[in-house]
């Protein structure tokens, strides 16, 4: 866990892809080079691209995926982790509990 939180706020963590790159290296065990590509593929974005800050603001809020400061009409909380997880096909617990709770 100790190295997950390291690399994702030495990339940026929301201001950049870190706490995606981080989610897929402690869901999925990936490695951070692996994890990357798989980030990169999903966003459509060379690797390259991953930690601009100003690049990646932007397609956080064009993908609604949450952003560090609040902005009106941008998603937040579980709404943004219900896009992460469709967005990177994850399992992310407290939404699978949401997903169960609403199951007739």
Known sequence: MHA?????????G?????????????NKGMR???????????????????ADSVTMG???EDLNIGVVNEAPGVAKGIDAKFRIAELLDLDINCVDMFKDRVKP
């Open 4 to 12: 997950a939180h390291s690399i994702a706020s030495g990339m940026g």
């Open 14 to 26: 929301m201001r950049t892809t870190g706490d995606l790159v981080a989610r897929l290296q402690l």
């Open 32 to 50: 951070i080079e692996q994890a990357k590509q798989y980030v990169a593929d999903k966003l459509k974005v060379p690797v390259t691209d991953l």
């Open 58 to 60: 932007e397609m956080r």
